[in-house]
């Protein structure tokens, strides 16, 4: 790798809000030919859990994981989030960007997104993170957390932000009136 800067563009799936930081990258010229680009994704699953007839009139019930469910749950956030990437490579070379890299990970119950981009941020010397934000309210923040708001405070890099446009979330700018 040498001396070129690792520019990473983590992308969620939401593919509008995806295709819209690309864009955004695009048009302010922000990934250079020289810059190794990694485009990431985080697909999570859940592991499933059921109780058995035989267990739904005790006290001590316990739940069962079925390993098959688990692998076939872990297997389908898999091709999704394979599939996600391989699409916004897509849109990206029609705006000129080719990425060197299409890394998935895979977050688990017990592993938030937001932890799995830093540790790889960290773990391969990401120069920058260029992320989207949904904005969220404060409220909404404050309870599930922003990925980007996580990576703005503890990434060990450079944090790019890419907001919605204004009209994707219905609302105009708003106005500080002056009360007389």
């Known amino acids: 790798m040498g001396d070129r800067e690792h520019i990473v563009v983590?992308?969620?799936g939401d593919a509008k809000m995806s295709e819209h930081v690309i864009a955004w990258c695009a048009k302010m010229k922000i990934l250079k030919e020289n810059h190794?680009?990694?485009f990431l994704h985080v697909a999570e699953y859940h592991t499933v859990?059921?109780?058995t007839a035989a267990d739904l009139g005790a006290f001590a019930s316990s739940s069962v994981t079925s390993p098959r469910i688990n692998a076939a749950m872990k297997k389908l956030a898999v091709d999704k989030g394979s599939e996600f990437l391989q699409d916004c490579s897509r849109k990206a070379s029609s705006h000129g960007i080719k990425p060197d890299e299409l890394?998935?990970?895979?977050?688990?119950?017990g592993t938030s997104v937001k932890s799995c981009i830093k540790n790889?941020?960290?773990k391969h010397n990401a120069?920058?993170?260029?992320?989207?934000?949904?904005?969220?309210s404060a409220i909404s923040r404050a309870f599930i957390?922003?990925?980007?708001?996580?990576?703005?405070?503890?990434a060990s890099c450079a944090t790019i932000i890419?907001?919605?446009?204004r009209e994707w979330l219905g609302k105009s700018v708003p106005v500080v009136e002056r009360r007389r």
């Open 10 to 12: 983590a992308l969620d």
């Open 36 to 38: 190794k680009i990694t």
């Open 49 to 51: 859990s059921y109780v």
């Open 103 to 109: 890394k998935l990970l895979i977050a688990n119950q």
């Open 120 to 122: 790889y941020l960290e």
């Open 127 to 136: 120069s920058a993170v260029v992320c989207g934000s949904r904005g969220l």
């Open 145 to 154: 957390g922003s990925v980007s708001d996580y990576l703005a405070h503890y």
């Open 162 to 165: 890419i907001k919605p446009p």
